[in-house]
């Protein structure tokens, strides 16, 4: 492998020359990615790893097809968007085919992140509202004004709530205010919504917008309630608001049966501005905001021209184009909806096996496994979590843990996964969970040797003094568990199952 460095010589230039927050994948044996190919990456050594979580190489990495778009396009031209140039035009056209018909004005842009801060100020535009409801635990960017309405990230920092930002209840029925024995969930949680807009009126303010992933990634893979987004649309329509659709990471047909997540809530919900882009690109830096001609004409009746010197450009217009041919003629949609519905199936399995499991949720190839001390009270496992990603690692497979509690496995691969490589990856999990389950003393006494009790009862409470640890270091420094970078309670975990 072509390498400037040796892993050690890297890890230094990296602490030397890299801010310290900008973090790695498992921080306390980060592997050393050189190259990869479709669902696969490789280490400097040719270890290879099964991809599970990199959604943005979206088609499978370093496509060929994606490659010689962006070669091609090279060779020839790149220059900013205010030249006439027939890529634009096209990708905004096929774009706009995948949507609801009053979705069809395009701006383009290089990232999620910029995606959403211009949605924001499309909507405030609008008519001149500024307040904006996100759900708890959200995540829409790292730019200042999404880190504002991002709960996942400001209730971790020193940064406070702005009072132009409305907080409501994450609509998740697992472990969630109402949960899937209520009679009505979406109901419930959309009341919250039209709550926090009779409030703000009550204070003298006006919303703007309503912003949610349609499927809520980094808060813990949560699938709202049928009927929620339209009831929450009704009710910020009529608080003279907009409807903001984040498809960052779960669009370009990722839940399999539907191109964009948002139509799986059925054709009577369709939001005012679509954002998109991670996958969008496969890697290449491509994002793009879609919304209809009342906004658009209203944002550009402010007199404010809007230009982004990259967004746009014949390249990124060219490997977009790209990706969308590839999920056509491949028939990754189909792909996602067979190889979900196995890898789903398979993981139920596992949750009757395994008393760490507490749920399995997801649509395509988008699933979460929440892992969980105690089935009733649905306690996170969130030590528990971090150890197997860890050891999924060591088994050459490539997980990571998010939600609030840390405690969720995201997976969320390549499009060109497959059920081969869905039943490794379980089987390898499965072996993993197992082993972690006899070490914890976390299986039912059923199970459990009785000629063992001694080792039995030692080990729960090596168990139990481990997640004490583990709590303080979380109130400590939460983000430091974000994506496999617990080391300490790592290596707290790996000792005590070598009891």
Same mark, same amino acid.
């Given at each position: 492998?072509?390498?400037?460095?040796?892993?050690?010589?890297?890890?230094?230039?990296?602490?030397?020359?890299?801010?310290?927050?900008?973090?790695?994948?498992?921080?306390?044996?980060?592997?050393?990615?050189?190259?990869?190919?479709?669902?696969?990456?490789?280490?400097?050594?040719?270890?290879?790893?099964?991809?599970?979580?990199?959604?943005?190489?979206?088609?499978?990495?370093?496509?060929?097809?994606?490659?010689?778009?962006?070669?091609?396009?090279?060779?020839?031209?790149?220059?900013?968007?205010?030249?006439?140039?027939?890529?634009?035009?096209?990708?905004?056209?096929?774009?706009?085919?995948?949507?609801?018909?009053?979705?069809?004005?395009?701006?383009?842009?290089?990232?999620?992140?910029?995606?959403?801060?211009?949605?924001?100020?499309?909507?405030?535009?609008?008519?001149?509202?500024?307040?904006?409801?996100?759900?708890?635990?959200?995540?829409?960017?790292?730019?200042?004004?999404?880190?504002?309405?991002?709960?996942?990230?400001?209730?971790?920092?020193?940064?406070?709530?702005?009072?132009?930002?409305?907080?409501?209840?994450?609509?998740?029925?697992?472990?969630?205010?109402?949960?899937?024995?209520?009679?009505?969930?979406?109901?419930?949680?959309?009341?919250?919504?039209?709550?926090?807009?009779?409030?703000?009126?009550?204070?003298?303010?006006?919303?703007?917008?309503?912003?949610?992933?349609?499927?809520?990634?980094?808060?813990?893979?949560?699938?709202?309630?049928?009927?929620?987004?339209?009831?929450?649309?009704?009710?910020?329509?009529?608080?003279?608001?907009?409807?903001?659709?984040?498809?960052?990471?779960?669009?370009?047909?990722?839940?399999?049966?539907?191109?964009?997540?948002?139509?799986?809530?059925?054709?009577?919900?369709?939001?005012?501005?679509?954002?998109?882009?991670?996958?969008?690109?496969?890697?290449?830096?491509?994002?793009?905001?879609?919304?209809?001609?009342?906004?658009?004409?209203?944002?550009?009746?402010?007199?404010?021209?809007?230009?982004?010197?990259?967004?746009?450009?014949?390249?990124?217009?060219?490997?977009?184009?790209?990706?969308?041919?590839?999920?056509?003629?491949?028939? #990754?949609? =189909?792909?996602?909806?067979? %190889? &979900?519905?196995?890898?789903?199936?398979? @993981?139920? $399995?596992?949750?009757? +096996?395994? !008393? #760490?499991? =507490?749920?399995?949720?997801? %649509? &395509?190839?988008?699933?979460?496994?929440? @892992?969980? $001390?105690?089935?009733? +009270?649905? !306690?996170?496992?969130?030590?528990?979590?971090?150890?197997?990603?860890?050891?999924?690692?060591?088994?050459?497979?490539?997980?990571?843990?998010?939600?609030?509690?840390?405690?969720?496995?995201?997976?969320?691969?390549?499009?060109?996964?497959?059920?081969?490589?869905?039943?490794?990856?379980?089987?390898?999990?499965?072996?993993?969970?197992?082993?972690?389950?006899?070490?914890?003393?976390?299986?039912?006494?059923?199970?459990?040797?009785?000629?063992?009790?001694?080792?039995?009862?030692?080990?729960?409470?090596?168990?139990?003094?481990?997640?004490?640890?583990?709590?303080?270091?979380?109130?400590?420094?939460?983000?430091?568990?974000?994506?496999?970078?617990?080391?300490?309670?790592?290596?707290?975990?790996?000792?005590?199952?070598?009891?």
């Amino acid at each position: 492998m072509c390498e400037l460095y040796c892993k050690r010589d890297t890890l230094a230039l990296r602490r030397k020359h890299i801010g310290p927050s900008c973090k790695v994948f498992f921080a306390s044996d980060p592997i050393k990615i050189v190259r990869a190919r479709r669902q696969y990456m490789f280490d400097e050594n040719g270890g290879q790893y099964l991809d599970c979580i990199n959604n943005v190489a979206h088609v499978g990495h370093c496509h060929p097809e994606v490659v010689k778009a962006a070669l091609k396009q090279m060779e020839l031209l790149n220059t900013n968007s205010r030249f006439l140039h027939d890529n634009i035009v096209e990708y905004a056209k096929r774009l706009s085919a995948t949507l609801p018909e009053k979705l069809s004005v395009c701006y383009f842009t290089n990232s999620g992140s910029e995606a959403n801060d211009l949605a924001l100020r499309l909507a405030r535009q609008l008519r001149g509202h500024q307040d904006v409801i996100t759900l708890d635990h959200a995540y829409h960017g790292h730019l200042s004004s999404l880190i504002e309405i991002s709960p996942y990230k400001f209730q971790k920092g020193k940064d406070v709530k702005k009072e132009f930002v409305h907080v409501a209840p994450t609509p998740d029925t697992y472990r969630g205010k109402y949960r899937e024995d209520h009679a009505d969930p979406a109901s419930a949680y959309a009341d919250e919504v039209k709550k926090i807009i009779e409030d703000a009126h009550n204070s003298g303010r006006k919303i703007a917008a309503f912003i949610a992933e349609s499927m809520q990634s980094c808060g813990g893979q949560i699938i709202p309630p049928a009927g929620y987004f339209q009831k929450v649309a009704k009710y910020v329509h009529g608080a003279g608001g907009v409807f903001i659709a984040d498809e960052v990471q779960v669009g370009f047909g990722r839940v399999g049966k539907h191109f964009w997540s948002f139509q799986m809530y059925g054709e009577d919900f369709v939001p005012d501005i679509v954002t998109m882009g991670k996958p969008m690109g496969n890697g290449h830096p491509v994002a793009c905001v879609v919304t209809t001609k009342e906004i658009a004409e209203a944002f550009s009746s402010s007199g404010m021209e809007y230009f982004n010197t990259y967004g746009g450009n014949p390249v990124s217009c060219a490997v977009g184009l790209a990706v969308l041919d590839i999920i056509e003629n491949e028939d #990754l949609q =189909g792909n996602a909806t067979r %190889v &979900g519905n196995y890898l789903t199936e398979l @993981l139920k $399995k596992q949750k009757a +096996k395994h !008393t #760490l499991i =507490g749920d399995v949720r997801g %649509v &395509g190839l988008f699933i979460g496994i929440d @892992l969980v $001390k105690d089935h009733l +009270k649905r !306690t996170p496992a969130t030590a528990e979590a971090q150890h197997i990603i860890y050891k999924m690692k060591e088994k050459r497979v490539l997980l990571s843990a998010d939600g609030p509690h840390r405690n969720v496995l995201k997976i969320k691969p390549p499009m060109c996964f497959t059920e081969e490589d869905a039943k490794f990856m379980v089987d390898q999990l499965d072996g993993v969970l197992t082993v972690l389950e006899e070490a914890t003393g976390t299986k039912s006494e059923s199970v459990t040797s009785e000629n063992t009790p001694c080792k039995t009862k030692m080990l729960k409470e090596a168990h139990v003094e481990l997640l004490r640890d583990s709590t303080t270091d979380s109130r400590e420094n939460p983000s430091r568990k974000r994506n496999g970078m617990c080391t300490d309670t790592h290596s707290l975990l790996s000792k005590r199952l070598k009891t």
